[in-house]
Nanobody, 112 residues
Framework: QVQLVESGGGLVQAGGSLRLSCAAA?????MGWFRQAPGKEREFVAG????????TYAGSVKGRFTISRDKAKNTVNLQMDSLKPEDTAVYYC????????WGQGTQVTVSS
């Protein structure tokens, strides 16, 4: 089974930026980024269709985060700008809606 591997997380100050990357499930799958903060449910962050690149965002990140896909590399990326402490979470990629086993995720920590 294809494993999802996320990378690019780290520690950043509020207002900073990070770029996450994920080896995609495969072509023709809509993909998404999700996150789970301590003590909270996992939530949708952003999604993109593979063929046309149509994007959707959670209201809390709209205008700050940008999801993209690289068809040649078969990766899905999440550019996160103007980060806030409330963006602190483990970030995961999966198909959208999620159908695959969750990977390890990548930790994003935003300090105030």
């Amino acid at each position: 089974q294809v494993q999802l591997v996320e990378s690019g997380g780290g520690l950043v100050q509020a207002g900073g930026s990070l770029r996450l990357s994920c080896a995609a499930a495969g072509r023709n799958f809509a993909m998404g980024w999700f996150r789970q903060a301590p003590g909270k449910e996992r939530e949708f962050v952003a999604g993109i269709t593979w063929t046309y690149g149509t994007t959707t965002y959670a209201g809390s990140v709209k205008g700050r985060f940008t999801i993209s896909r690289d068809k040649a590399k078969n990766t899905v990326n999440l550019q996160m700008d103007s980060l806030k402490p409330e963006d602190t979470a483990v970030y995961y990629c999966n198909t959208n809606p999620p159908t695959m086993q969750w990977g390890q995720g990548t930790q994003v920590t935003v300090s105030s």
